[in-house]
């Protein structure tokens, strides 16, 4: 294990109460994200042959030091699309799950495979005045592990770059003064325990109190806790969340989750 993996580890299992040595090793852990931005379009933009690709290997990271989706390379086989209310008649042989408030998961390699030979339409999963379509909640490519999980999670796949210090930003765009904590006082002891300091930091901007998450970072809901947007994967069978993180005001979600089987 590299320094900097060492010293992700530490810092995630402080996030997660416990030492990343003290879950299931065995495991599958993976990362999903919704952003309502692009979880009703993302269908129409998407070649079936991309919804089928086999995506494997360690997270990666595509640039930047923001904390955007588009940093992470996409596993869109493994990827949920998650179809309410009325659901189109070509799906149903597709659902791998409905959790009881009749969300439906189905995967994305499913969907690629039925768009593929010829049994699902893209006009089927259009949006119309009267249908609710699927929308995706994103899988980052991670390798299955927690560690990796986290790291997607956090945007520290290529630390210590990428690295981004939102409270810093926040003092100089002149919304805080310096010295002023915009952390949710329920991390602050946690998190004042990671050692190295550009790490700290930029955990910190991932664990804002409610206030600050609306505009910058994100909120930190704590070990176990799922966002309402990923609840469907964490209702699939066998699944359990293991840490969840929301930003803006309802606009975004990303959950860590130990899958059951069959994983997507």
């Known amino acids: 294990m590299s320094h900097w993996d060492d010293l992700l580890g530490q810092a995630f299992g402080l996030l997660l109460g416990r030492p990343l040595a003290e879950f299931d090793a065995a495991g599958t852990y993976a990362v999903f994200h919704y952003d309502d931005e692009t979880a009703g379009e993302a269908l129409e933009e998407f070649d079936p042959a991309d919804l089928v690709a086999d995506v494997d290997g360690r997270s990666g990271d595509l640039g930047g030091d923001e904390l955007y989706p588009d940093r992470w390379v996409p596993d869109l086989a493994g990827s949920a699309f998650v179809a309410t209310d009325v659901r189109p008649a070509a799906l149903q042989p597709l659902i791998t799950a409905g959790p009881d408030d009749d969300r439906a998961v189905v995967w994305g390699r499913d969907i690629g495979r039925a768009l593929r030979d010829g049994s699902l339409g893209l006009d089927e999963l259009s949006p119309d005045g009267y249908r609710q379509y699927p929308h995706l909640l994103l899988r980052p490519r991670t390798d299955g592990s927690l560690l990796d999980a986290m790291r997607a999670a956090t945007w520290t796949m290529s630390a210590p770059d990428g690295l ?101």
């Open 164 to 264: 981004c210090d939102i409270g810093d930003s926040l003092v100089r765009d002149g919304y805080v003064e310096a010295g002023v904590s915009v952390v949710d006082p329920r991390w602050e002891s946690t998190l004042d325990q990671i050692g190295d300091e550009a790490l700290r930091r930029h955990l910190r901007g991932l664990c804002l109190d409610a206030r600050w998450a609306r505009m910058a970072g994100a909120y930190y809901l704590g070990p176990g806790e799922c966002p309402s947007d990923l609840r469907p994967i964490a209702d699939l069978p066998g699944s359990r969340v293991i840490a969840g993180w929301e930003f803006g005001e309802g606009q975004g979600a990303t959950a860590v989750v130990l899958l059951g089987p069959p994983v997507g």
